[in-house]
């Protein structure tokens, strides 16, 4: 059959129209079988409710813990009367207002405040310090406080988890989390060693004085060094802290007494960076009167090289030492006076200060 261009075009037309139609058709098809989307988002309503875990220590403890302001003067030949001011932390240990904080934060102060986990800001009288244990009990006149319970550090165990509470950098009170790196640590800190409990929860300046404490909500220790090295002064995880059964022991007598009693002493005081002075041994640079010392025939300027057969090169090595002691002991106390060797029979009395 002969087909001209015009019957041509017309096929062409009708077999695109109906390739057209057909494709149409199966879409059609398809569309009308296609499932609803099978994605559904679920919303929910947030809730700050406890939890566990760190939040329940965290809201048993938080407002037991305070911030401590300290303001201290310090004359000076040159400029006269220097004012300075300084914050660390401290924790409430009783409904009525006694705090424990650390002696390093509150020494030299003139006058010191803490302010509340409500934002109030109240003034605070010291009650009591001990450099040997760097404890220092606080006290301000206000009732039903929330408070901190001690918890018993010697069932402690390595790698239990704890939270530390305090005023790092003096930005107010924070919260970090860790555990225990280890027990019975014993660390020269302020011219003194000391047995405390290492952590990994981040601590730094400012977080002196704050409470290290377990997960049930209990004291475990008082916080009061971060290792620092001559390689960097930015150690991490390696905070200290005073176990509580040390404070247990120390602040019932700062409370009554306000120093700690049955310590033995020699009744000197010391310089306690003695190596500017002299090349071996301490420098004494007070003899208190009618102390063991005292009459023994110690004075001002000798230099203490040794007791009994222990040598003494620094206050740590003497504050050592004398823990082999208690009061009346009769010890030999091996002294340079005038680069001249001399022995002297001292008998420990009690110390009744700082």
């Not at 403890?61 to 914050?87: D, P």
């Not at 040390?246 to 007494?257: A, G, P």
């Amino acid at each position: 059959m002969k087909l001209d261009i015009k019957n041509l075009f017309i096929i062409f037309l009708t077999a695109l129209l109906g390739a057209s139609l057909g494709t149409y058709a199966i879409m059609g098809i398809h569309e009308e079988d296609k499932p609803a989307s099978s994605l559904k988002i679920t919303q929910t309503s947030y809730s700050n409710e406890i939890v566990g875990g760190y939040t329940n220590t965290v809201q048993k403890t938080i407002n037991s813990v305070v911030v401590v302001n300290c303001k201290t003067k310090m004359s000076s030949t040159f400029y006269g009367t220097l004012e300075g001011e300084s914050q660390g932390s401290g924790v409430i240990i009783s409904d009525d207002g006694y705090i424990i904080t650390n002696n390093h934060v509150i020494e030299n102060s003139s006058s010191v405040e803490v302010t509340l986990s409500t934002n109030e800001t109240i003034s605070a009288k010291v009650i009591g310090a001990d450099a040997k244990t760097d404890l220092a009990i606080l006290k301000i006149e206000k009732t039903d406080l929330p408070y901190a319970t001690l918890a018993d550090s010697s069932q402690l165990v390595l790698g239990q988890e704890v939270i530390a509470i305090g005023n790092p950098l003096g930005l107010g009170i924070s919260v970090s989390n860790g555990i225990i790196s280890a027990l019975q640590k014993e660390v020269y800190i302020n011219n003194v060693y000391m047995d405390l409990i290492q952590t990994n929860a981040a601590v730094n300046e400012g977080n002196s004085g704050g409470g290290l404490f377990d997960l049930q909500g209990n004291l475990v220790g008082i916080v009061n060094a971060k290792t620092s090295s001559s390689l960097s002064s930015n150690v991490e995880g390696m905070g200290y802290a005073i176990p509580s059964n040390t404070i247990i022991k120390v602040m019932e007598d700062l409370m009554n007494y306000g120093y700690v009693k049955n310590r033995p002493t020699l009744g000197v005081r010391v310089y306690s960076d003695s190596s500017y002075y002299t090349s071996s041994g301490l420098l004494i640079s007070d003899v208190i009167k009618d102390g063991g010392a005292d009459q023994a025939g110690i004075m001002a300027g000798d230099v203490i090289v040794g007791i009994d057969d222990i040598s003494v090169n620094s206050y740590a090595d003497l504050s050592k030492a004398l823990e082999n002691y208690v009061i009346g002991d009769q010890v030999i106390l091996h002294i340079l006076r005038n680069n001249n060797k001399m022995d002297f029979n001292v008998t420990l009395h009690e110390a009744t200060t700082n």
